[in-house]
């Protein structure tokens, strides 16, 4: 069987199209089947949630698809294809639910390629009074999982080689930097969380990293992140970086014991970014105020910006103390089954419209 078809997307239905990919979506069913009863087993509760709300998240640079609804005296409501389930997983902490998994179909504006697709399936769960450390035993076993109902002992792409039964990795982003960039990341951020553009700038230059000089300090973290560090991770093992600067973790609170990083982790196997995971803040005008700030950005680079869910802000007053986490379950199972592409493990893929 041939891994990679030469014919596009959109002819997903042919028959020796759908030949060359069967095995891989039959691969796909038996790991959602696997995993749906590992949940049950941790006594989790699957969810269903709404695809459209009214706010699609609030992090700048993700991109929704949006429609109109009418009400039903005619009038035009603005409603969103959500880009996680995170808000109403979270409203059903709120509401009194202890654990939580939702398989998701979620859509991505701006998103096609062998990693992206406009809409694919997110995997994510949540667990009330536990930490967040708890999410990366979680990640270990569902990757095991994986791999073993798949029937492979090793994962590789891009020449990347990763073993899913060896323990991770784990590795600190400022650790990271060190290693692979040589640049000190906490030197630029204050105790506050107030980020120094010039310092960051100042560093990459001495690194031999090129940068324009309107890039902004999280525009310089990011070219860093993506050119330096993120091809280096997942090699040989999985690697899950921890404990990212607090002002790329919107969404998760932050550490005890330094306040200028977050309790958010994200998995990778070779070089692949699998899953993002946080301890979830809980404060509502904190989280307010990080919201404003990346639609604010949102705005000045892209000239649109979301409205916020002031029910989920609302819910997050009474939300306990959690922890979740979100897995793109259409690429763990292409590193499982082999497939090259996402678009090769899911079972009708969007039209290809590039």
Not at 45 to 60: I, K, R
């Amino acid at each position: 069987m041939s891994q990679e078809s030469p014919f596009s997307p959109s002819f997903w239905w042919r028959p020796d199209v759908h030949a060359d990919r069967r095995p891989f979506l039959v691969g796909r069913n038996r790991i959602q089947s696997a995993f749906r009863a590992y949940f049950d087993a941790n006594e989790f509760l699957e969810v269903d949630t709404a695809t459209l709300q009214v706010s699609p998240g609030n992090e700048a640079h993700l991109h929704a698809f949006s429609t109109i609804a009418l009400t039903t005296d005619g009038r035009a409501l603005p409603l969103h294809l959500h880009t996680s389930p995170e808000f109403a997983c979270k409203k059903l902490l709120a509401a009194g639910e202890r654990r939580i998994s939702c398989f998701s179909h979620v859509f991505r504006n701006r998103e096609r390629g062998p990693l992206h697709h406009p809409e694919f399936t997110m995997l994510e769960w949540y667990r009330v009074g536990e930490d967040y450390t708890q999410l990366m035993a979680d990640c270990a076993d569902l990757v095991a999982l994986a791999a073993k109902t798949a029937g492979t002992t090793l994962f590789s792409y891009r020449g990347m080689i990763c073993n899913p039964f060896i323990p991770a990795e784990r590795l600190s982003v400022a650790d990271a930097f060190r290693k692979f960039a040589d640049i000190d990341i906490l030197a630029t951020i204050s105790e506050d969380g107030t980020t120094d553009r010039v310092a960051l700038a100042n560093q990459l230059g001495k690194a031999g990293i090129r940068h324009a000089d309107d890039d902004t300090w999280t525009d310089l973290y990011s070219r860093v992140l993506v050119e330096k560090i993120e091809p280096n991770l997942g090699d040989g093992q999985m690697t899950i970086l921890d404990r990212y600067p607090v002002s790329e973790a919107a969404l998760a609170r932050p550490s005890s014991d330094d306040p200028r990083v977050a309790e958010r982790f994200e998995l990778y196997a070779c070089g692949v970014e699998l899953a993002n995971a946080f301890g979830e803040l809980t404060d509502p005008v904190e989280q307010r105020l990080r919201f404003e700030a990346e639609m604010a950005e949102k705005m000045r680079v892209y000239g649109e910006s979301y409205p916020l869910d002031e029910d989920f802000l609302a819910a997050l007053a009474i939300m306990p103390n959690s922890s979740g986490i979100a897995l793109g379950f259409d690429r763990l199972v292409m590193l499982a089954t082999g497939a090259l592409r996402i678009d090769q493990v899911m079972w009708a893929p969007v039209a290809d419209y590039r």
